[in-house]
């Protein structure tokens, strides 16, 4: 079956990056384009881009542009997401996801707070 | 960039109907989804391109489209409906959330 797990939760200051990884297996990864959303704590989904497994392209909300990476390790079917310059309000949960035509796919999530 | 617009809440009374609107300018030229999430759960979809429903999910969901709008249905809410409902479309393989709805089954 589809699965997307992606990395555990984690912890940084202020300032720091982090890189969150997305797993994939049960489907062919270059198949569709993976995109990561964000949720901060009670509130709703954030759409931060999206990777192009296949080329390594990628697309920024301009929100983040400046901010943050895409990447992809085609051989592990494994994405990566990377944010730098963390700040509070970064605190959030990061989901790994693709939709298909009738479908949608989502990872369970990885919180990462920011706090000092 | 394109935005949509969702009501921030809605109720309803167990067995009733309720709507939730979705507005936005990109819904004229591409699909609308719903999502549910519950509290402490990954999204789970409802509804795709605009009005119909993946496997497993309850006859009860339906969606409709017209125009820059589309509506989530929900015939008959039961109270394990009680969450929040985003709207999503995509234009280019961006996406766009609409800021979500809270549906309480009072």
């Known amino acids: 079956q589809v699965q997307l797990v992606q990395s555990g939760a984690e912890v940084k200051k202020p300032g720091a990056s982090v890189k969150v990884s997305c797993k994939a297996s049960?489907?062919?990864?270059?198949?569709?384009?993976l995109h990561w959303v964000r949720q901060a704590p009670g509130q709703g989904l954030e759409w931060m881009g999206w990777?192009?497994?296949?080329?390594?392209?990628?697309n920024f909300a301009q929100k983040f542009q400046g901010r943050v990476t895409m990447t992809r390790d085609t051989s592990i079917s494994t994405a990566y997401m990377g944010l730098t310059r963390l700040r509070p309000d970064d605190t959030a949960i990061y989901y790994c996801?693709?939709?298909?035509?009738?479908?949608?796919?989502w990872g369970q999530g990885t919180l990462i707070t920011v706090s000092s | 960039s394109h935005e949509l617009t969702q009501p921030s809440s809605v109720s309803v009374f167990p067995g009733q109907t309720v709507r939730i609107t979705c507005s936005g300018d990109?819904?004229?030229?591409?699909?609308g989804r719903w999502f549910q999430q519950k509290p402490g759960q990954v999204p789970l979809l409802v509804i795709y391109?605009?009005?119909e429903r993946p496997s497993g999910i309850p006859e009860r969901f339906s969606g409709s489209s017209s125009g820059t709008t589309v509506t989530l249905i929900i015939s008959g809410a039961q109270v394990e409906d009680e969450a929040d409902y985003y709207c999503?479309?995509?234009?280019?393989?961006?996406?766009?959330f609409g800021g979500g709805t809270k549906l309480t089954v009072l």
């Open positions: 391109q605009d009005s």
């Open positions: 999503y479309s995509a234009a280019d393989n961006n996406w766009v």
């Open positions: 049960g489907y062919t990864f270059t198949g569709y384009y």
């Open positions: 990777l192009n497994p296949t080329t390594g392209g990628t």
């Open positions: 996801a693709f939709n298909t035509g009738t479908t949608n796919y």
């Open positions: 990109v819904l004229a030229e591409r699909y």
